[in-house]
């Protein structure tokens, strides 16, 4: 069978050599109806690019790292089907690099990553997206990046966001709509943004409520399964033990039901709880949790894209987006026993 190319393509199309390029590319300046004629082209002739002749032709890898440092598998499997599927629709290869935010020199760490695979781009996730010394260091190499899910830093950059104080104000006023008053809350890491903008949101219902903050309703978890079982120890063995427990995502909030179990605690009945990001243990547990969905996938797909137009075109403006979380209501959660 005769090798297609980017030659057979542009004959079957019946355009350019450079137009079947640009298309590949994602650039500009090609006109819907011929973009769609090439894209059928490459259908037909099942066509796939050549990486390494592609990266020789444009001096690039064609290779996005995408950075991460979270104890959710479930998380990280959600970041990585969003990136792989922007990536394979723009001809890209995805590079997932775990890294310890507090591990090896955090630097050397990724400048080792950028010189030994020749990254295009690097998509940060948190906490890595609030770095500042990171961040400042891509600048200094000239790297281009985008930031998924950044809360503290202010940064002139590609950043795609989720609304997470508003998103966990909305579910503890669900629980305070339910009668309850002593509502838990179980942190999440302390390295990521995440869990003081979670917090904020929490507080910030309370106090619209006239309800004073108990800090022996706080425990610090870090997003683990196990950190949930010990802070919900911590809550539920207390004297005031609350009537709700708001954890900062779904696998504390697992614990938190399992730990109930075991004391005997009947769920929803004597105790609600709910979690944070809508992972598959949340829909696959009974009682099924009360959560907030985000939009994982979907910002990372967008936040690779964004990156992969920004690498195409370096000048063009950053942009800011913001996609809303969503809240599911499910059987952990009902009105307070009176």
């Known amino acids: 069978m005769e090798k297609v190319t980017i030659n057979s393509v542009a004959k079957h199309a019946g355009v350019s050599k450079k137009t079947v390029s640009r298309v590949l590319n994602n650039e500009p300046n090609v006109s819907d109806a011929t973009r769609e004629k090439v894209q059928?082209?490459?259908?037909?002739?099942?066509?796939r690019p050549n990486p390494i002749a592609r990266g020789l032709a444009h001096n690039r890898s064609f290779i996005i790292g995408c950075l991460?440092?979270?104890?959710?598998?479930?998380?990280?499997?959600?970041?990585?089907s969003g990136a792989l599927e922007a990536c394979q629709e723009r001809s890209y290869n995805l590079l997932i690099h775990p890294c310890e935010l507090r591990g090896e020199p955090l630097i050397d760490n990724i400048e080792t990553l950028i010189s030994t695979s020749r990254l295009d781009g690097i998509?940060?996730?948190?906490?890595?997206?609030?770095?500042?010394?990171?961040?400042?260091?891509?600048?200094?190499?000239?790297?281009?990046?985008?930031?998924v899910a950044p809360v503290t830093l202010d940064d002139q950059s590609i950043?795609?966001?989720?609304?997470d104080t508003q998103a966990a104000y909305d579910i503890t006023k669900l629980l305070l709509k339910l009668g309850h008053k002593d509502i838990a809350f179980i942190k999440g890491h302390p390295d990521h943004s995440a869990t003081e903008a979670r917090f904020a949101g929490y507080v910030d219902a309370l106090n619209e409520e006239g309800i004073t903050l108990k800090s022996e309703l706080v425990a610090e978890g870090n997003f683990s399964y196990h950190s949930g079982e010990d802070s919900a120890r911590q809550i539920l063995e207390s004297a005031a033990r609350p009537s709700a427990v708001f954890a900062?995502?779904?696998?504390?909030?697992?614990?938190?039901?399992?730990?109930?179990?075991?004391?005997?605690?009947?769920?929803?009945?004597?105790?609600?709880?709910a979690g944070f990001d809508n992972a598959p243990i949340a829909r696959h547990i009974w009682p099924g949790l009360t959560t907030i969905a985000q939009p994982v996938e979907d910002m990372t797909f967008r936040a690779?894209?964004?990156?992969?137009?920004?690498?195409?075109?370096?000048?063009?403006?950053?942009?800011?987006?913001?996609?809303?979380?969503?809240?599911?209501?499910?059987e952990s959660t009902a009105p307070v026993q009176k």
């Open 159 to 163: 950043s795609i966001k989720s609304n």
């Open 68 to 80: 991460y440092d979270n104890p959710s598998k479930s998380y990280i499997t959600r970041v990585q």
């Open 123 to 147: 998509v940060l996730t948190p906490p890595f997206s609030d770095n500042q010394e990171l961040v400042d260091h891509l600048k200094l190499r000239n790297i281009p990046y985008a930031r």
């Open 304 to 330: 690779v894209n964004l990156l992969i137009d920004k690498i195409n075109a370096p000048e063009s403006e950053d942009i800011e987006e913001v996609f809303a979380g969503k809240l599911i209501e499910r």
């Open 248 to 273: 900062s995502n779904d696998y504390m909030a697992a614990a938190v039901l399992k730990v109930a179990s075991q004391m005997s605690l009947k769920v929803p009945d004597e105790l609600s709880i």
């Open 40 to 47: 059928q082209a490459f259908k037909e002739l099942n066509y």
